[in-house]
């Protein structure tokens, strides 16, 4: 095995990620993360592709979900158009 070793661009942590030098030949020759290495992780994966660890990607996969949690005007809508604050502007209803 060697080490590879990726630099977290959010937190600038430095992460070691252990895969076969055949394999990492072939990654640097074009193979896809997932082909050459499919015994890594999604974590390691995607620190070899981004460098984001897997600290960084909870935080920022929490904060997508924290504005999901905000209030969506357009559920607000009906399908025939009509709006709770404006009424109706359609004239099928
Ligand atoms: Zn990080």
Not at 33 to 44: E, I, N, T
Not at 57 to 63: A, G, L, R, T, V
Not at 68 to 89: I, N, S
Request: net charge negative; hydrophobic share 30%; aromatic share 12%.
């Amino acid at each position: 095995m060697i080490s590879i070793f990726t630099t977290c661009p959010i937190c600038g942590h430095e992460n070691e990620i252990q895969v076969y030098p055949e394999d990492y030949l072939k990654w640097q020759a074009g193979a896809l993360v997932q082909d050459a290495f499919p015994y890594l992780s999604a974590d390691d994966r995607e620190m070899l592709i981004s460098g984001i660890c897997p600290d960084c990607w909870d935080k920022m996969f929490n904060d997508e979900e924290a504005e999901e949690d905000e209030p969506d005007f357009e559920d607000d809508v009906d399908e025939c158009g009509y709006d709770p604050y404006l009424g109706c502007y359609t004239e099928d209803c």
